[in-house]
């Protein structure tokens, strides 16, 4: 048996994460739109009573089993079922899901645009010191030998460029912030 504050855990940490690719599933897979917050709660419901005598290994593969289980009992019990209905659910849970992986790779191009788009916004000697040395790969005497500048200014350039790109990606405007030269401040008394 598995207690209490393990279950939560586990639930808060492994399904709830699941919630968004598990409501897309449900509403591919069920005619009524209305009936698809109940039927997520009674997959919840399932999962929690089962993982009770013991957290399952694969929770994905766990919840949408369970998913695909309460669909086909729910369609049997409607009477309203077409064997295309069925054989579909049925070929569906032989699927491997990799529905992780899908978010992981949307988010993944999500942050390349991102980056792109920050990388575009640079000014023309800043976003080409960023692709010499990020994009290409060339070293810092490199990069400066091929464009003919010293290694102060391609470390100054990086070091801008890199943090318009950051602000940019994290949603800001993307602008380049030059730094401030530190003066030596007189004191009045003197």
Not at 109 to 121: F, K, P
Request: net charge positive; charged share 35%.
């Amino acid at each position: 048996m598995v207690d209490d504050t393990q279950l939560q855990i586990w639930f808060c940490e492994e399904v709830l994460p699941l919630e968004p690719s598990l409501t897309r599933y449900l509403r591919k897979n069920w005619r009524t739109e209305d009936d698809v917050t109940d039927l997520r709660q009674d997959v919840y419901e399932a999962a929690l009573n089962g993982a009770r005598r013991g957290l399952p290994d694969r929770t994905q593969g766990y919840l949408f089993t369970i998913a695909r289980n309460i669909l086909i009992n729910r369609a049997k019990r409607d009477r309203i079922v077409s064997f295309e209905q069925v054989a579909d659910l049925e070929s569906a849970a032989n699927v491997h899901i990799d529905i992780e992986g899908s978010e992981r790779h949307l988010a993944a191009r999500d942050a390349l645009r991102r980056a792109q788009a920050g990388m575009e916004d640079l000014p023309p000697r800043c976003r080409e010191v960023v692709r010499l040395r990020k994009v290409e790969g060339m070293s810092r005497l490199e990069a400066a030998e091929a464009m003919g500048v010293g290694l102060d200014t391609i470390d100054r350039q990086l070091r801008l460029g890199i943090r318009a790109m950051a602000d940019a990606m994290l949603g800001g405007s993307g602008r380049i912030q030059r730094e401030k030269p530190q003066r030596a401040r007189r004191s009045k008394s003197q």
